[in-house]
């Protein structure tokens, strides 16, 4: 199977002319500009750029976090740039995971009240809640810090909480904004590899990076350069496709 | 959720343990005021509830439709109302007729048990039978269906009971009544509560008050107004009928004098159809309704501030797929929470407060909060209500809040158009704050301007007593040997004393058109009267014992001569009880009954130079030797009225106890009071507030600093905003506190208002204001540069 004779539907994410412009009462900043960006599911993509080239725009984006100004966003085949709210919060939950830098996870919860969070926004029952985040925790081989707030574990092991609260609904797509931006070399490295048995397992997952060695381990890079999209490399793309395909 | 909402609340308490106190104390605070204020409200509405036929209840009173009158209506109505007038109205089911034992205005009577020890016993009744049908009174000892019907027979009050019989079982035993008459004990009731128009401390059967007081007509008096008459009216029976057909019944005697019924619901709130009362408990209301808003504001601007420290928790939430609604609901959750906390923590504030605050108001002003169940339920509403409005706009705010934006912990700026909502708080914030200090500083200056009045007749050296005897003969005897020691000073007898209202007539006067008449107040008193009080003459002179003829003669008061128009009033006729008078001296108005109550004509004509039963003897003592000069008062008066009971007190005794002094006192603790918790609630309102500005200003504050800006200008930058609004503040509250002042129901003793007033309260709130800004500004300008910037 080649990429040409993909059927459209199987991109996970599309893009068309999408466009976003930040505007205050004298200046406008043009965030995104006419990026057509597809991603196929099961993908591995890496987002590169300098600060402020819109990398954080696009994922948000993406993520359902925000609406372009113009230019067509398929998710899945649908076209969701005309979302509300509502509908983009429907969407989100459970379809798409985030982990973030700075890990965020909520000071007042524990690791084990912060996973099991995005189940509570799709109303699980408490019964399955607790095996499938018990499960999760030992999965990301956290679980004997359950009952500890976030401020008692390591920045490697807050990442791990996250990546678990992030996979704990098993999302299609997971977007990860520099995932290992705050972590020293070693934890960075299990966030990686973290990722790529994520994605070995099927997740989609786009991720934003300032470190091409990270990119690198992605089937694909993309580069941006001031809202444009500049650059592709995909050299391993058609290999891996294939392979999951 | 519930339990996820519930534990993120519960952390951050923990952990933000001071800016929740602070979140806490200034609910708390204001529903301890808001239900201290609430029971005292509640309390002017539940007068005489412990009657089981309240409904039914009425008091018949007069209106007396005089334009000259300053005084319109009286519940000492005549008896023989009571006794023709209503008997055969179809509408009525009781009538009870009742009069004084003694004069309870003036001291009440000795009851005694052995004839030696004798007990001043206010605010006994004769009374009907049909009272205990009427009213309802708990017996304790004997049977309320026959307790009046024999003649001689005494109910007394469990307290007066306590009194005289220590040891209980007082059933059966005998009573002397100022060591004349034997009583029976026939029953012992419960005290009546204090929260009632009506409490009587013994009764004696109406059937012996012609063989006690020789007045054999009384039933049949029309003229006579010192009886008081209650009545139940039949189920469903209108008053408005029984009114309508005694309106004219003393037509033959007083065309302007119309008798009606007040129901029991009315007795204590409004007798007499004034506003007095009504605007008072308004005016209280009010206060407690504005002291909870102003806490609703200050929580509503707290939590508003605290929600920007949750940015990530809602960023993070609103990214996992939960709803606006959801949190929303979180949100206002919260806010119910931590109302009904605050509420709870007020109620158990305000029962510790009652206690102390009715020690402060020397009375049981304030009810236990508790005990009624229809104020809970209004504290539940109340706090309900709070919770929910009060965390509408901190929800709206945070729930609102866009999901990257939150997650980038960017402070969202309020989009407005115009007006913003936090402005218009912070106005209203602080148009409460100075209003209610102004209110507060208004009623204290009234009250000690009513404190203070000149009363015009000398109070503080001067001693009472009230005699009834049987003893005849000169009191010149009397007289001579109290002057002879140094200490006394004076001794007159008269059958009224300032503060203790006499009777009065309508009369004619010289000059005056032949039907118009005026009601005047009428005094028996000695040629001593004058100088032993000391008042003052404004022209002519006081009776002389050098002029025989001053029988004949009289003086009036100040106010006399201008109601009757009298510029040169001395030589002036006038005709009382069918006998001519001239005037030959008016007395400087003085405070009759009451620092509330305008002054009234008054008439004095010269009683007899001897010994009188039932009046009041004073005397004048030298400033200083009270002590000493009441041993000797007592000593010489037993001496002189052997065989009669007597109890010397001082005149303060009754201008200071006096009712509507005493309720402007009361009136004016609550106000210090309301001011007092205003002020702290203002306090912590303003801490919140300027805490969560000067937060969102610190990157500004940084920038400035690093740019090289003194700390004075920043200061000002940072204060000027506060200053504005509270100079917009003053436009509001000024207007709004002199309409207070304005309708301030202080009768003819209303002060003057100073613009000093105004300017203290709004000064005090400024300092307050400034104090805080200041503080939180020092503590901006000594955090490191770097770190403001590099938090934001």
């Keep these: ?245 | 959720m519930i339990r996820h909402s519930l534990y993120i609340l519960l952390r951050r308490i923990t952990r933000d343990k001071v800016l929740y106190l602070i979140i806490l104390t200034n609910l708390a605070v204001g529903f301890a005021a808001f239900v201290v204020l609430s029971t005292f409200i509640s309390d002017q509405f539940n007068y005489d509830k412990q009657n089981k036929k309240y409904d039914r209840i009425y008091r018949l009173q007069l209106f007396m439709d005089q334009k000259e009158n300053t005084i319109k209506h009286t519940w000492s109505v005549t008896a023989a109302l009571s006794r023709k007038d209503l008997v055969d109205l179809p509408e009525i089911e009781k009538i009870a007729l009742m009069h004084d034992v003694g004069d309870n205005n003036k001291s009440g009577v000795f009851l005694s048990v052995d004839k030696k020890n004798q007990f001043l016993t206010r605010f006994g009744y004769y009374a009907d039978q049909t009272v205990f049908d009427i009213f309802t009174f708990k017996f304790i000892e004997g049977d309320p269906a026959n307790a009046l019907v024999q003649p001689y027979s005494m109910v007394l009050s469990k307290e007066v009971a306590n009194r005289m019989f220590p040891g209980g079982n007082a059933l059966g035993k005998q009573v002397y009544g100022e060591n004349k008459v034997v009583f029976n004990v026939t029953g012992v009731y419960e005290d009546i509560p204090l929260k009632s128009s009506w409490r009587p401390t013994f009764l004696i059967p109406m059937k012996i008050f012609t063989p006690l007081t020789g007045w054999s007509t009384y039933e049949k008096e029309y003229k006579s107004y010192s009886f008081y008459t209650y009545v139940l009216l039949k189920p469903h029976a209108s008053s408005s009928s029984v009114d309508n057909k005694i309106y004219d019944a003393l037509r033959e005697y007083t065309k302007e004098h119309h008798p009606y019924l007040r129901p029991m619901s009315k007795l204590y709130i409004d007798p007499y159809f004034e506003k007095t009362m009504y605007i008072i408990v308004g005016l209280i209301s009010f206060l407690s309704a504005l002291i909870l808003i102003l806490s609703s504001i200050n929580f509503i601007n707290l939590q508003t501030a605290n929600a920007t420290t949750r940015f990530r928790e809602i960023g993070i939430k609103k990214t996992l797929g939960f709803n606006k609604k959801r949190l929303w609901k979180q949100f206002m959750g919260e806010s119910v929470i931590l109302t009904f906390i605050a509420a709870i923590t007020g109620l158990f504030l305000a029962q510790l407060a009652i206690p102390a605050m009715n020690n402060m108001l020397g009375s049981e002003t304030f009810s236990g909060t508790f005990k009624d169940w229809r104020l809970l339920v209004v504290i539940f509403v109340v706090t309900l209500l709070t919770g929910l409005l009060s965390g509408l706009h901190p929800a709206y705010v945070i729930s609102s809040y866009n999901p990257v934006a939150a997650l980038k912990q960017k402070f969202i700026s309020e989009k407005t158009n115009g007006i913003s909502l936090k402005k218009t708080l912070v106005t209203i914030q602080f148009s409460i704050s100075i209003f209610m200090l102004i209110v507060g500083f208004i009623i204290y200056r009234q009250t000690q301007h009513m404190l203070k009045k000149e009363l015009g007749f000398n109070s503080e050296t001067v001693m009472f007593t009230n005699i009834v005897t049987d003893q005849k003969g000169s009191l010149e005897p009397l007289r001579q040997k109290l002057l002879q020691h140094p200490e006394i000073k004076n001794m007159c007898v008269s059958d009224y004393i300032p503060f203790i209202l006499p009777g009065g007539d309508d009369l004619n006067w010289e000059g005056g058109k032949p039907d118009e008449k005026v009601f005047v107040r009428i005094s028996n008193v000695n040629y001593d009267f004058v100088p032993t009080f000391g008042l003052k003459m404004l022209d002519g002179r006081n009776f002389s014992r050098e002029f025989p003829a001053d029988r004949s003669k009289c003086l009036i008061n100040e106010t006399a001569a201008k109601v009757f128009g009298w510029k040169d009033a001395v030589g002036r006729h006038m005709k009382v009880y069918n006998k001519d008078f001239e005037v030959i001296g008016v007395i400087k108005d003085y405070v009759v009954f009451s620092v509330y109550s305008p002054n009234e004509p008054h008439f004095y004509k010269l009683a007899k130079d001897s010994v009188m039963s039932d009046a009041v003897y004073a005397v004048n003592f030298s400033r200083g030797q009270e002590k000493k000069a009441m041993g000797i008062v007592k000593n010489e008066f037993s001496q002189f009225f052997p065989n009669d009971a007597f109890e010397f007190r001082n005149m303060q005794f009754l201008t200071q106890n006096e009712n509507a002094l005493k309720a402007w006192k009361g009136f004016s603790k609550i106000m210090t009071l309301t001011a007092i918790i205003t002020i702290i609630i203002s306090s912590i309102g303003l801490f919140g507030l300027i805490l969560f500005l000067t937060q969102r200003k610190m990157k500004e504050v940084g920038i400035r600093r690093v740019l090289g800006f003194s700390h004075a200008s920043l200061y000002m930058t940072l204060s000027s905003e506060f200053i504005k609004l509270i100079l917009i503040s003053v436009l509001l509250a000024w207007p709004a506190a002199y309409y207070v002042y304005h309708v301030l129901p202080a009768g003819a003793n209303k002060y003057d208002l100073q613009i000093w007033e105004f300017v203290f309260a709004t000064l005090l709130i400024l300092i307050v204001a400034v104090g805080t800004i200041s503080y939180q500004i020092i503590k901006a300008l000594c955090v490191r540069l770097v770190d403001i910037l590099k938090d934001e």
């Design chain 1, 1 to 245: 199977m080649n990429l040409a004779s993909m059927k459209k539907n199987q991109f996970m994410i599309r893009t068309v002319n999408l466009s976003k412009i930040f505007r205050t009462e004298m200046v406008e900043t043009t965030a995104l500009h006419e990026v057509n960006f597809k991603v196929s599911k099961g993908e591995f993509v890496a987002i590169m750029g300098p600060s402020g080239c819109g990398k954080s725009t696009l994922l948000n984006i993406l993520g359902l976090l925000d609406n372009s100004d113009s230019g067509e966003y398929y998710f899945e085949g649908i076209d969701v740039s005309g979302f509300g709210e509502k509908q983009r919060t429907n969407l989100r939950k459970g379809n798409i995971g985030f982990i973030f830098q700075s890990f965020n996870l909520i000071d007042e919860l524990t690791i084990f009240e912060n996973v099991e969070l995005p189940l509570l926004a799709m109303k699980v029952p408490m019964a399955e809640r607790k095996v499938r985040v018990e499960e999760i925790l030992d999965q990301m081989r956290i679980g004997h810090r359950r009952s500890h707030f976030p401020r008692q574990l390591s920045g490697g092991q807050q990442q791990r909480a996250a990546i678990a609260r992030a996979l704990i609904t098993s999302p299609k797509l997971i977007l990860a904004d520099e995932p290992t931006g705050n972590l020293d070399s070693s934890n960075g490295e299990q966030v990686m590899q973290l990722l790529e048995e994520m994605n070995a397992a099927g997740t989609t997952i786009i991720m934003v990076t300032h470190s091409l060695n990270h990119a690198e381990r992605a089937h694909r890079i993309v580069n941006l350069f001031d809202g444009n999209l500049v650059m592709e490399r995909s050299e391993k793309v058609f290999e891996s496709i294939n392979r999951v395909v």
